[in-house]
Every structure is written in structure tokens, then in C-alpha cells.
């Protein structure tokens, strides 16, 4: 069984930074390309960052580049995203996401398409 478990939430001031950690099992965790992505409240789901099987090529969304940092450590099957600079429009419940790697994983996570998706984290930015 496949299972992706979010965890590092919570409420912090815009300013502020938090690290997101997902534990992932049940796949060969080396053969997914894997995403960040949130869901603000009333809004749908929104691509944030995508990072390859190796975690050699990592991709952003504009509003996120230069503030968050998405890394891999493939002998954990645990994937993080470091958030810095938080703004409170980055307010939004988190979600890791998992695609087996094909030439058409990334153009697939951009556009929210994967093959598994963790139950999310809740990020609140407010002061």
C-alpha cells in the first residue's frame, strides 16, 4: 500500500520559514519524480515544485522561486520542502505527490497529474 504522510505544518508570521517533510512507502521510491502542491482556501489545487528521481533538476512555480527549496534524500524515501520569506497568500494546506518517472513527468505535475497524492498539511501565514 502506498502511502505519502506530510508533516511540519502550522501557523508561523509572514517572515517566517517552516519545513515540510514527507515520509513516502509502498513504491521504489528512486523510480517517482515527486511534487509540492497547495490548495489556498477557496481556490483549487496549484503546482508548486516538482524535483526529478535523482533530485538533480528541481522546478518552481514563479511566485515560490528564490523563497522555497524542494529536496529529496532517496535513502529515507523522504521528500522536504524548505519555505522561507513566507507570505501570507503562501497560506494553503500542503501536499506531496507522486508520479513514476516517465519523459512526461514533468510537464504531468505541472499540470496535477500523478499517480499519488499524500492527505496534506496545513500552512497558515499570519501575524
Known amino acids: 500500500q502506498v502511502q505519502l504522510v506530510e508533516s511540519g505544518g502550522g501557523l508561523v508570521q509572514p517572515g517566517g520559514s517552516l519545513r515540510l517533510s514527507c515520509a513516502v512507502s509502498?513504491?521504489?521510491?528512486?523510480?517517482?519524480?515527486l511534487s509540492w502542491v497547495r490548495q489556498a482556501p477557496g481556490k483549487g489545487l496549484e503546482w508548486v515544485s516538482t524535483i526529478s528521481t535523482g533530485g538533480l533538476y528541481t522546478y518552481y512555480q514563479d511566485s515560490v522561486k528564490g523563497r522555497f527549496t524542494i529536496a529529496r534524500d532517496n535513502h529515507k524515501n523522504m521528500l522536504y520542502l524548505q519555505m522561507n520569506t513566507l507570505k501570507p497568500e503562501d497560506t494553503a494546506v500542503y501536499y506531496c505527490?507522486?508520479?513514476?518517472?516517465?519523459?512526461?513527468?514533468?510537464?504531468?505535475?505541472?499540470?496535477?497529474?500523478?499517480?499519488?497524492r499524500g492527505q496534506g498539511t496545513q500552512v497558515t501565514v499570519s501575524s
Open positions: 509502498g513504491l521504489t521510491f528512486s523510480n517517482y519524480g
Open positions: 505527490a507522486a508520479k513514476r518517472w516517465t519523459p512526461d513527468t514533468i510537464p504531468s505535475m505541472r499540470e496535477l497529474r500523478y499517480d499519488y
